[in-house]
């Protein structure tokens, strides 16, 4: 298997890119294509102590940079030599089996719904992090890719987010919930109310493991749904509230513990259990957000990524790629769109 | 100043609204007037140590409770001598200057805005509450009482949210944002595009002070605004997400300080920092949820709400009805309409 890594894409970029990949490379048995100015990738290189490309790399060389300056919609039109564009051009040649960028999120949505193409059928792409909740973790679809949704666009979230929670985080019957603003039946406006009605029949008919309406709270705070399924505007709203929750909680223990001798003796003692504690609710020990609903494997991860970030990254890519979700999807997008024939009917 | 309790409402009713509403009288130098089953009231009232009934202290007669499983919409007409319906009227009548209930939230709106009456030219009311962030604390319009919104309800909420801010916060000149996918100018959907439009347009007339979009992680872990302007729908997500994400964080803070003897042993060395930080992010510090927009100052406590949320609650009301929040919308509602029609001439 082979990944293809935009060693341009993110704050950290080349370094981290390259040093995440190289470890990938050396850990998971996977080989590496890195995208990018080559000059540049071989000072990486240099820097992490090889003199010469190690075996299991590769270089493909790409003159250009898409920035986050660029526009999303036209920047891999705009820029075909960027590292991301030669990127999804080799993954859709062939030549490799994933394609990881840390690049600008809305450039990638477009180019790799341009380049790689929409499963047939499928009528939006969606972004669809794992995001830690009580019970472990979930996937949250969609966050972002999509802000404006039809019902239909969330059944088909619902369908690719099962498919995902069952290969990627290894649950057999995943629980669909609809992230919405009260538990009941009803409850939303007409997107939710009628997404509700296609998710019940989806469910009914052997389909999706749907267990109705779910509210933020309880989503986060009890672990209640395997997949939360929501439009892009909503769920990027949770997804950064999540965010912005953690970092103001990270904060203020920071902040208390460090507050007197006392508590910085205390702070010494619990050492490695903070620790643990961070790491279950930090982004880079998942990796990235996969992109579901494109034809082939297609990966962000976050903008910030160090190289752990960027290695966890490359390893969740080969095991979407193993787990071949674009194939689960393909194989039953005609029951996503036959709930809504039946509907209409 | 008297403030109205409906002791029937939330969870911990009677014992909570009555033991918080009497601390208030003991305490804040207010009067409180209980309504609600009168030998129930009384019961509690002796299980506090008063044979009779306290000074400062009445009692109004209510037979009736609404419940959560009744329609909220009609819930003040189906049961016309319930604690909230009868508070409500009370308040109406002049017999009170707030009124405080920890009951449903959907029947309490309906109720106030049937009984009390919106303020002459705002279109919907908005529920107003508290939020922890980086810097403090912001308040967040509308978090549920309205779930589809226009742009014009989105300008008003941003004008009553300053003026809460002013007189409850006690910031002059408070920085307004609007809640978003994104920080850039023409993120977001049609909703968020135009009311971005009508607050600049407001901002650039001197009448509020709009920082422009504001994305949730930077609104909390920022701190970056002191109003949080959205839709009902997404401030319901909104909130209920920070709700989730603090208990999810607080559980895991209390397991790993339980997760062994020498964890223990620094949980207590840290057991004052400890309280002072959950205070931080406690809901019963602040006490209820302001009901703005409605002529008269209605205050929803937290079904969950216990004595000292009961007490902070009648605090928080006496706060509004001395800031005459009412009086200051009233004088400026021209504006809130204004604004619109200059966009459409």
Redesign the interface.
Known sequence: MKIIVDAMGGDNAPLAPVEGALRAAQELGVEILLTGRTEEILGCLEQLGHKTIPKGVEIAHASQVIEMSDNPARAFKDKPDSSMTVGLKLLKEGRGDAFVSAGSTGALLSAATLVIKRIRGIRRAALAPVV???TGSMVLIDC?AT??CTPEYLLQFAYMGAYYAQRFLGIPQPRVGL?N?GAEPGK??ELQKQAFDLLTQAHEAGRIHFIGNI???????QGEADVLVTD???G??????????????N???KD??L??A??K???L??KN??G??KK??DSSEIGGTALLGISQPVIKAHGSSNAYAFYNAVRQAQKVAQGDIAGDIAANVEHMKLAVGRKEA
């Open positions: 830690p909740n009580a972002g802000a404006e992230l603003i939303g406006m509210e933020g709270r309880e989503a986060i705070s892009g505007f909503t990027n709203i949770f997804l950064k509230t999540v965010e912005g929750a953690a970092a103001l909680f904060h203020a223990l208390m513990l507050g007197s006392k508590n003796m205390a702070a003692m619990l259990s903070i643990e504690f279950r609710f």
